[in-house]
């Protein structure tokens, strides 16, 4: 094993050059570098081994609810590893191009999106639970408590005389019960108009909805796999249909593996390439990057491959193939050995740092 370590690093110095030019990587991060909040074994190691030899990367990501600062500041406390917030993207991080869309839009999620929806520079959030708060008759069968409803809810103003404009679900609701409500009343109201309702059935809704990912399932520190948004996905379409005479919705999904959302982390991470270029550093401080339009694709790439880390067929590994990247499947989270594949991975490693090892030298 030691000899096979030090050939990987004589290998690896070797091409130090050419590798921080040509070669990229996109990490999952659940399931691939923490389950939870507990590292998982060889990720610190992994992306250690990227810096190390000047290889771009990028965290690309289903999971959100928290600002790019605060995440990759938890991870490099947690992967003891130093990370740029430039270096992230986030399930939601594309819908900071809506901002000039759109005006007033209900965040859909945990209580913390309220933050990050107003961070972005959306001029009016409004929180499902703001709407419970306002009326508890809205969401008869609502889950929180009066008590817990008071500490993460505001008073919102305007909520009766102002048109919603879009609905924008930031990660996975945490009252299934009262935002499916809340959703739904919007999305059949009149002209957004909240306690009105629209007299006709028609597939667009009467304001735009955008989920920030498609995933059925994810991994945590539970043996089984969990449900995620995908799911809360299925209600509100399966339900739209049965009050619209079976008419299905009009959405928009983006996350892992919409191309939007592969072309929006391509261009994240030809600006990090470039940054690293006119750096010395592997890493650096928070810096500013321009915002990528949603929805173009990069002209042209640098890269001769690009390897996408994920665990996850159904995301990460459809995803980076259909966009064209080689893909590594690692086994430390959803995916299990013996689960049907949508498309054969370039790599299936037992862990993140076994893919890098095997994709630096492929």
């Given at each position: 094993?030691?000899?096979?370590?030090?050939?990987?690093?004589?290998?690896?110095?070797?091409?130090?050059?050419?590798l921080h030019s040509d070669i990229a990587f996109a990490f999952?991060?659940?399931?691939?570098?923490?389950?939870?909040?507990?590292?998982?074994?060889?990720?610190?190691?992994?992306?250690?081994?990227?810096?190390?030899?000047?290889?771009?990367?990028?965290?690309?990501?289903?999971?959100?609810?928290?600002l790019e600062n605060q995440r990759t500041s938890f991870l490099?406390?947690?992967?003891?590893?130093?990370?740029?917030?430039?270096?992230?993207?986030?399930?939601?991080?594309?819908?900071?191009?809506?901002?000039?869309?759109?005006?007033?839009?209900?965040?859909?999620?945990?209580?913390?999106?309220?933050?990050?929806?107003?961070?972005?520079?959306?001029?009016?959030?409004?929180?499902?639970?703001?709407?419970?708060?306002?009326?508890?008759?809205?969401?008869?069968?609502?889950?929180?408590?009066?008590?817990?409803?008071?500490?993460?809810?505001?008073?919102?103003?305007?909520?009766?005389?102002?048109?919603?404009?879009?609905?924008?679900?930031?990660?996975?609701?945490?009252?299934?019960?009262?935002?499916?409500?809340?959703?739904?009343?919007?999305?059949?109201?009149?002209?957004?108009?909240?306690?009105?309702?629209?007299?006709?059935?028609t597939s667009v809704p009467s304001v735009p909805i955008y989920?920030?990912?498609?995933?059925?399932?994810?991994?945590?520190?539970?043996?089984?796999?969990?449900?995620?948004?995908?799911?809360?996905?299925?209600?509100?379409?399966?339900?739209?249909?049965?009050?619209?005479?079976?008419?299905?919705?009009?959405?928009?999904?983006?996350?892992?593996?919409?191309?939007?959302?592969?072309?929006?982390?391509?261009?994240?991470?030809?600006?990090?390439?470039?940054?690293?270029?006119?750096?010395?550093?592997?890493?650096?401080?928070?810096?500013?990057?321009?915002?990528?339009?949603?929805?173009?694709?990069?002209?042209?790439?640098?890269?001769?491959?690009?390897?996408?880390?994920?665990?996850?067929?159904?995301?990460?590994?459809?995803?980076?193939?259909?966009?064209?990247?080689?893909?590594?499947?690692?086994?430390?989270?959803?995916?299990?050995?013996?689960?049907?594949?949508?498309?054969?991975?370039?790599?299936?490693?037992?862990?993140?740092?076994?893919?890098?090892?095997?994709?630096?030298?492929?």
């Amino acid at each position: 094993m030691f000899g096979v370590r030090r050939l990987i690093s004589r290998h690896t110095r070797q091409l130090s050059r050419s590798l921080h030019s040509d070669i990229a990587f996109a990490f999952d991060i659940d399931g691939v570098l923490l389950r939870t909040q507990e590292p998982i074994p060889g990720a610190s190691e992994a992306l250690k081994l990227c810096q190390e030899n000047r290889v771009p990367f990028i965290l690309l990501t289903n999971g959100g609810g928290t600002l790019e600062n605060q995440r990759t500041s938890f991870l490099s406390d947690t992967l003891r590893i130093p990370l740029s917030p430039s270096q992230i993207v986030q399930s939601h991080t594309p819908f900071k191009t809506l901002v000039p869309k759109f005006k007033k839009v209900l965040a859909v999620g945990s209580p913390s999106v309220r933050d990050v929806a107003e961070t972005y520079g959306f001029e009016k959030v409004v929180h499902p639970m703001d709407i419970v708060r306002y009326d508890r008759n809205i969401a008869p069968f609502s889950g929180t408590t009066s008590e817990r409803l008071m500490e993460i809810s505001q008073e919102a103003p305007g909520l009766d005389t102002e048109p919603f404009e879009a609905v924008l679900v930031f990660n996975d609701p945490r009252d299934w019960g009262a935002d499916i409500q809340i959703i739904l009343d919007i999305l059949n109201s009149d002209k957004g108009m909240l306690n009105t309702i629209r007299h006709e059935a028609t597939s667009v809704p009467s304001v735009p909805i955008y989920f920030s990912n498609n995933d059925l399932l994810w991994a945590n520190q539970y043996k089984l796999n969990r449900i995620g948004q995908g799911a809360f996905r299925s209600v509100i379409k399966t339900l739209y249909a049965e009050l619209n005479g079976g008419i299905s919705l009009q959405d928009t999904v983006i996350g892992k593996p919409t191309k939007v959302t592969y072309d929006f982390a391509h261009h994240v991470l030809l600006r990090w390439r470039e940054h690293l270029l006119k750096s010395e550093a592997a890493h650096s401080a928070p810096i500013e990057m321009p915002l990528p339009a949603l929805g173009v694709a990069p002209e042209s790439s640098p890269f001769r491959k690009v390897f996408m880390v994920g665990d996850n067929p159904a995301s990460d590994i459809i995803g980076g193939h259909n966009y064209g990247w080689s893909t590594c499947l690692v086994r430390s989270g959803v995916y299990r050995d013996g689960d049907s594949l949508p498309c054969k991975p370039t790599i299936v490693a037992d862990n993140v740092l076994d893919a890098v090892r095997t994709a630096l030298t492929s």
